[in-house]
């Protein structure tokens, strides 16, 4: 069983999984290597990623592969036990992140991060706690696929969409809590699965979904016999103008939610809409994005 490699300057790029499911304890990766996915998955004595001060592509912190600006956080050793605190200042969480970290109890993510890749959460079976930040707007296809210790998430405001399988398998899964009234959710029960037996009985989805009444979260619930609790009727928040995501600052954060709202990437709630409706013509543009820009610089609104 593959214990240690030495990898050569040689080498360009190393693929997803090239040293899965070994017994490599540590690995050096040469300067000019870049890598494509999780290299690393289920090995469960590696506790050193080791990157060179002049390699220009990643860095590495307690066993953990970031991109050089720390902006990306690409592989956790599947080693790590307990409670990782995702650095402040990590905006993406790359595909299949903390895949197989099959010891790993919690997950602490920043406000900072705005994505988390596809199957991020992969079969991490002791997983019992994370929470989804404020500026991220989609759970990913398979992102807490086989979660078996997973019993209660919450999905704030912000997220306007849940992909494929992004709960499938996450057989304890007692309470999902959606709070946009508007989240698009992939229409298929595997979307939200438990996939277990209980009482010698298949279960599909034993939990509940609780989110705003005649919602989406209510119609998907409905749709495929899951039971259902509602939150009430929606109010929505007043948002100080410029506000958009409602974090309580104006920043580039806001200038990001009105540009994905103007591509058709995310849909923004009434109170929202109002926040971004710099130049009043009741709809997001690239005015009103352009107007948060220079409010950032000059600290004022210019007059319509």
Not at 93 to 99: D, M, P, Q
Not at 126 to 148: D, H, Q, R
Not at 271 to 290: E, F, V
């Amino acid at each position: 069983m593959l214990t240690f490699v030495e990898i050569p300057d040689s080498v360009k790029t190393i693929g997803s999984g090239a040293f899965a499911m070994t017994n490599l304890s540590s690995v050096t990766l040469p300067d000019n290597t870049k890598i494509n996915g999780n290299l690393f998955y289920k090995c469960p004595n590696l506790t050193e990623i080791t990157v060179s001060d002049t390699n220009l592509n990643y860095t590495s912190e307690n066993g953990v592969l970031f991109s050089k600006d720390k902006s990306a956080l690409l592989i956790c050793n599947s080693n790590k036990t307990g409670e990782f605190i995702v650095p402040d200042g990590v905006n993406i969480i790359a595909e299949n992140a903390f895949a197989w970290c099959e010891n790993l109890t919690s997950v602490v993510i920043p406000d900072s991060v705005t994505s988390i890749g596809s199957g991020a959460f992969y079969e991490c079976y002791a997983l019992t706690s994370v929470n989804i930040p404020k500026n991220m707007t989609t759970i990913e296809t398979g992102t807490f696929l086989y979660c078996t210790s997973l019993r209660k998430i919450e999905l704030p405001e912000n997220i306007t969409k849940i992909c494929y399988q992004a709960f499938n398998n996450v057989s304890n899964l007692e309470n999902i809590i959606i709070k946009n009234p508007n989240c698009e959710i992939y229409p298929s029960k595997t979307t939200i699965f438990n996939d277990t037996f209980r009482n010698g009985k298949s279960v599909d989805y034993d939990g509940i979904i609780y989110g705003y009444e005649n919602s989406t979260a209510q119609a998907y619930a409905e749709a495929y016999g899951y039971q259902f609790e509602s939150l009430g009727e929606e109010t929505s928040p007043v948002l100080s103008l410029g506000d958009v995501n409602g974090d309580g600052a104006i920043n580039i954060m806001d200038v990001i939610k009105i540009n994905k709202a103007i591509f058709g990437k995310e849909t923004l709630n009434e109170s929202q809409l109002k926040a971004a409706d710099i130049n009043g013509n009741h709809m997001p543009d690239a005015t009103d994005s352009l107007s948060i820009m220079k409010y950032i610089i000059s600290h004022q609104f210019p007059e319509n």
